[in-house]
């Protein structure tokens, strides 16, 4: 999606200094930029400054498209805070996957809940202490299958509840003919091949008014697909004050 977002709804805010933690990493703007007392006119109430805005970006999709494999890249080419999703599914849900057994709305109800007062939770600044030095980004990147539409408007809706928050997904697309191969090839998961089918029943792509979601296509190589998916949400958090972030 990249180029489906659109900014005049939920206008994001410059961002200079976040896509990294500012403390920990040195971006270097390329064109103009306002000056700090120009963003301190970010007055309205859904448009707190860039200092304390978080980004959550969902990194979605059916079973073994790579979501925890590409978050955890992500998390680390970013420096954002990482959290894996399935760590929430109650062991009931395990249980069923385990078996090949689709989850239901019922199942996952308790889960995506969890996971949308992760986002609101997600510490606004930086945390840092004398066992982790290098500290915690304020800003998350986290798995979540978010296989339909109102799956994803409830993780949105936490957007709308915190105002600091730019809810963003990232869609990994697959066929379900790769991701059935990825699956019987995966060691030790609890998600096996058997669940791959009824992910596909399940799912309801992202379609184009879901101006908020990136498409990166995992058919390739994992390689490609984790410069793919770099590029686009450095290229998406870069538009924020329509200037282009570089990140060393
Ligand atoms: N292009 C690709 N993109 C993502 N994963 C890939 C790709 N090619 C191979 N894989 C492999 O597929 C598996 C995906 O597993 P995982 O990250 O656990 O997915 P998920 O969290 O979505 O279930 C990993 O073993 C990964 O190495
Ligand atoms: O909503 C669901 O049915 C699950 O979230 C599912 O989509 C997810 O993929 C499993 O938790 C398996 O875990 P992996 O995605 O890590 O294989």
Known sequence: ?????????????PVVGTVNDEENATIKPQGPHPSRQEKSDFDSERRPTHHLHRWIWFITGP?????????????????????????YHP?????????????NDEDRAGW???LKEHEIAQPQKKQTNGDDPEGKSRHLVTTCSALKKHYRDL????????????????????????LTKRAAERKGHFAGANLVHSQFEALERP??????????NVEGS??????????????????????????L
């Open 1 to 13: 999606m990249g180029e489906n977002l659109d900014h005049s709804t939920n206008s994001p805010l």
């Open 63 to 87: 079973t073994a498209c790579g979501k925890t494999t590409i978050a955890k890249s992500l998390a680390s080419a970013l420096k954002f805070s990482f959290l894996e999703g399935d760590d």
């Open 91 to 103: 062991k009931a849900s395990v249980e069923k996957m385990s078996r090949g057994e689709p989850l």
């Open 112 to 114: 995506l809940q969890a």
């Open 155 to 178: 993780l949105r809706q936490g957007g709308e509840e915190a105002k600091d928050l730019r809810v963003r997904f990232v869609f990994l697309d697959a066929s379900e003919e790769t």
């Open 207 to 216: 379609d184009e008014n879901e101006k908020d979601v990136v498409v990166v």
């Open 222 to 247: 994992l390689e490609d697909s984790e410069r793919q998916a770099e590029m686009k949400l450095k290229e998406e958090m870069g538009k924020d004050d329509g200037s282009f972030l570089e990140v």
